[in-house]
Nanobody, 125 residues
Framework: VQLQASGGGLVQAGGSLRLSCAASGRTFSSNAMGWFRQAPGKEREFVAAISGNGFNAYYADSVKGRFTISRDNAKKTVYLQMNSLKPEDTAVYYC???????????????????WGQGTQVTVSS
């Protein structure tokens, strides 16, 4: 599976962005998908994940209520709608495909296999 993330950019605090992650491969709908982020000098952290059928979504506490993950299996794309952005949301955002049989919903990076190239999100104060 190859993943292509897009939609990042520069936005003022309080603004919104929508990230997209387009996937190749025939098994997209079978796999949970996740978003992670990494700020300069910090560890990569879990942001959100969604089940293959889109029925179940999980979020980091830091983004709960502000970010929404969704997917369109017909388009093989997963989205991350980010509202009420804060300067601390500044990071490179990565999408990833969950490994089959993993406990991906716990948000561990080791539960995810294929990773996209990342898209930069910068939130100015």
């Amino acid at each position: 599976v190859q993943l292509q993330a897009s939609g990042g950019g520069l936005v003022q605090a309080g603004g919104s962005l929508r990230l997209s992650c387009a996937a190749s491969g025939r098994t997209f709908s079978s796999n949970a998908m996740g978003w992670f982020r990494q700020a300069p000098g910090k560890e990569r952290e879990f942001v959100a994940a969604i089940s293959g059928n889109g029925f179940n979504a999980y979020y980091a506490d830091s983004v709960k209520g502000r970010f929404t993950i969704s997917r369109d299996n017909a388009k093989k794309t997963v989205y991350l709608q980010m509202n009420s952005l804060k300067p601390e949301d500044t990071a490179v955002y990565y999408c990833a495909t969950a490994r089959s049989g993993s406990r991906w919903y716990l948000g561990s990076g080791s539960s995810f296999g294929s990773w996209g190239q990342g898209t930069q999100v910068t939130v100015s104060s």
